[in-house]
């Protein structure tokens, strides 16, 4: 696989080789999915000056991966890079998304029973956008195509990205939205100090508003048949969605448009990796979007949990049939994984 990186936040996340864990649900093998994992491709970075922070990533080989892979439990995982490139120009940006789109299909066609990957493309040129995804989809194989939470300052519901969302609409794939932090707090200064705010606060919160305006711009009323994955448990809406059909009754002055539906029954209709930390939260995130919603999710290599597989498994109050569709089920379908 040369010229394709895995990138290691604070150290290596490389498991021991050893046998493959193989999950298991009331004596059921079940394939599990891993929604939310990261890769990068060198060349597509020397484009732009992109650099890899040193001090905090470190390479991976492939076999350290797999090995990652087999010792959690993940038999499969949709690979995705978080948009770095939205403020090149056209020619720039149709070079980068070509090189990248190019090395995600070698490697999963290198290892087409563990990896499958999200398109790379170039939002902030719509129509190349358009065909990238296409091209991503119907050349290269990939299974949808991956967004940052905002567009070089815009936001994902603004008519000029309507093209990209048609088009996904029409191929009936998935788009991961990932953020990429919100950086007009990050110029004020309220996100410094301990805590790295801006990725703990800053990386949520961006999804919470990018999610929203899909919501009330209408966004989802005009293209109601998107498929829309939401990193992190799409932020904080899910946790705090009542708010958002309260504020139409208390504010109705502020409502512009028509809306089809509340607000929180749009959130039932979104998806959202199982990056909640805690069994409750997880509890809580399927109580209000629903278990069919809720794609497993590990955001490798970064060790933001130490297994998605077990979180699932051991959070009370879920039939052996919703773990069977957040391990992997339901994103088996949605990425067209046999």
Same mark, same amino acid.
């Given at each position: 696989?040369?010229?394709?990186?895995?990138?290691?936040?604070?150290?290596?996340?490389?498991?021991?080789?050893?046998?493959?864990?193989?999950?298991?649900?009331?004596?059921?093998?079940?394939?599990?999915?891993?929604?939310?994992?990261?890769?990068?491709?060198?060349?597509?970075?020397?484009?732009?000056?992109?650099?890899?922070?040193?001090?905090?990533? *470190?390479?991976?080989?492939?076999?350290?991966?797999?090995?990652?892979?087999?010792?959690?439990?993940?038999?499969?995982?949709?690979?995705?890079?978080?948009?770095?490139?939205?403020?090149?120009?056209?020619?720039?940006?149709?070079?980068?998304?070509?090189?990248?789109?190019?090395?995600?299909?070698?490697?999963?066609?290198?290892?087409?029973?563990?990896?499958?990957?999200?398109?790379?493309?170039?939002?902030?040129?719509?129509?190349?956008?358009?065909?990238?995804?296409?091209?991503?989809?119907?050349?290269?194989?990939?299974?949808?195509?991956?967004?940052?939470?905002?567009?070089?300052?815009?936001?994902?519901?603004?008519?000029?990205?309507?093209?990209?969302?048609?088009?996904?609409?029409?191929?009936?794939?998935?788009?991961?939205?990932?953020?990429?932090?919100?950086?007009?707090?990050?110029?004020?200064?309220?996100?410094?100090?301990?805590?790295?705010?801006?990725?703990?606060?800053?990386?949520? *919160?961006?999804?919470?508003?990018?999610?929203?305006?899909?919501?009330?711009?209408?966004?989802?009323?005009?293209?109601?048949?998107?498929?829309?994955?939401?990193?992190?448990?799409?932020?904080?809406?899910?946790?705090?969605?009542?708010?958002?059909?309260?504020?139409?009754?208390?504010?109705?002055?502020?409502?512009?448009?028509?809306?089809?539906?509340?607000?929180?029954?749009?959130?039932?209709?979104?998806?959202?990796?199982?990056?909640?930390?805690?069994?409750? %939260?997880?509890?809580?995130?399927?109580?209000?979007?629903?278990?069919?919603?809720?794609?497993?999710?590990?955001?490798?290599?970064?060790?933001?949990?130490?297994?998605?597989?077990?979180?699932?498994?051991?959070?009370?109050?879920?039939?052996?049939?919703?773990?069977?569709?957040?391990?992997?089920?339901?994103?088996?379908?949605?990425? %067209?994984?046999?």
């Amino acid at each position: 696989m040369k010229g394709v990186v895995f990138t290691i936040c604070g150290g290596s996340d490389a498991a021991p080789r050893g046998r493959r864990r193989e999950v298991v649900v009331n004596g059921k093998r079940v394939k599990t999915v891993d929604v939310h994992a990261h890769c990068a491709v060198p060349e597509a970075n020397d484009l732009v000056g992109r650099t890899l922070e040193a001090e905090a990533l *470190l390479q991976s080989k492939m076999a350290d991966r797999l090995a990652a892979m087999d010792a959690q439990g993940i038999d499969v995982e949709a690979l995705s890079i978080n948009p770095f490139w939205y403020e090149a120009d056209r020619d720039v940006a149709q070079k980068l998304i070509q090189i990248q789109n190019e090395k995600l299909a070698e490697i999963c066609a290198a290892h087409p029973d563990r990896f499958v990957a999200f398109a790379t493309v170039a939002l902030q040129h719509p129509d190349l956008a358009v065909q990238q995804l296409v091209d991503g989809v119907k050349k290269y194989g990939l299974r949808g195509a991956g967004t940052a939470g905002s567009v070089a300052g815009r936001e994902l519901s603004d008519p000029k990205f309507h093209p990209f969302w048609a088009k996904a609409e029409e191929m009936g794939v998935l788009v991961f939205i990932h953020p990429l932090g919100t950086a007009e707090l990050e110029a004020s200064g309220r996100l410094n100090g301990n805590g790295l705010l801006t990725n703990t606060i800053g990386n949520p *919160l961006e999804t919470t508003i990018a999610l929203s305006h899909l919501i009330f711009e209408g966004t989802l009323d005009r293209f109601p048949g998107l498929k829309i994955c939401a990193a992190h448990g799409g932020g904080y809406l899910p946790s705090y969605a009542a708010r958002s059909d309260a504020v139409m009754k208390t504010f109705p002055q502020r409502m512009t448009g028509t809306m089809k539906k509340k607000p929180t029954e749009y959130v039932r209709q979104l998806y959202y990796d199982s990056i909640i930390f805690t069994p409750e %939260g997880l509890r809580h995130l399927a109580a209000e979007a629903g278990v069919g919603q809720i794609l497993m999710g590990t955001d490798y290599p970064f060790p933001w949990t130490s297994t998605s597989v077990d979180h699932i498994l051991q959070t009370p109050g879920f039939s052996d049939e919703e773990k069977i569709a957040m391990l992997g089920g339901t994103a088996a379908k949605l990425l %067209g994984i046999d």
